[in-house]
């Protein structure tokens, strides 16, 4: 990635312009600047573009695992139409958590190298981003007698760290996935398990909203036509 693609002349305001209009109808109270970031986290992630957040409600941003500022960053690169393969050229940041994520992962990596390399049994992380898997396999691309792979798929996808003479592991089964039903008129949704022909069960323990034993609920009319009043 030695060539510049997204420049601050050219692609920040497009940038500028996307997060002017969507910030305040997220309610977020931020401001940012969006500067050149080849030389940001050194030698592991080399933006063409880093944005840094500022403000009151940043902390929302970092805010486990910082899923709401990476969710603004993909919006961002889906503006711009940025493929896959170069996601890693922006950069969103706020509170130098980009910085710190990228030393956490580095350190993982060289504690994990350490235990394979004694035990000669592979180890698997976590699912991971893309660049937070790129990230594991920088940090030990100099490990001579190991290697590092990528397995599974989508969102489960993760490394993997073994001896440099072990056998890949075999890739995963894709997981499964549950289907979803959409409601019958007047009903909630319905999920498969959750009671006789996958309707779902309420607290009386009846499927579909009756009670145990078939009783409860609103039930239809008796057989034999309806009930004949006394005179």
């Not at 305001?13 to 910030?23: M, S, T, W």
């Not at 920088?138 to 792979?149: I, N, P, V, Y």
């Not at 609920?217 to 057989?223: I, S």
């Amino acid at each position: 990635m030695s060539e510049i693609k997204y420049t601050v002349t050219e692609t920040g305001p497009k940038i500028e312009a996307f997060l002017h209009r969507i910030l305040p109808l997220a309610g977020f109270q931020l401001t940012f600047d969006i500067t050149d970031g080849a030389s940001a986290h050194h030698t592991f992630e080399t933006p063409d573009l880093v944005v840094r957040f500022q403000g009151p409600d940043v902390d929302i941003l970092v805010a486990n695992k910082a899923e709401v500022m990476l969710a603004l960053e993909h919006l961002t690169m889906e503006m711009l139409g940025v493929p896959s393969d170069e996601h890693s050229r922006l950069c969103f940041d706020a509170n130098d958590h980009r910085l710190l994520r990228v030393e956490e992962l580095r350190l993982s990596a060289v504690t994990i190298a350490d235990k394979v390399r004694k035990s000669k049994v592979a180890f698997q992380f976590n699912p991971m981003n893309s660049r937070e898997r790129r990230i594991i396999h920088l940090a030990l691309r100099d490990f001579t007698d190991l290697r590092s792979e990528s397995i599974g798929q989508g969102q489960y996808r993760h490394v993997v760290v073994l001896p440099s003479d072990a056998p890949s592991l075999p890739e995963p089964p894709a997981p499964p996935t549950v289907p979803f039903r959409r409601p019958g008129p007047g009903g909630p949704p319905r999920f498969p398990g959750g009671g006789p022909g996958g309707g779902f069960r309420d607290r009386r323990g009846g499927p579909g909203g009756g009670g145990t034993g078939g009783g409860g609920g609103d039930r239809g009319p008796r057989r034999g036509g309806p009930r004949r009043e006394r005179p």
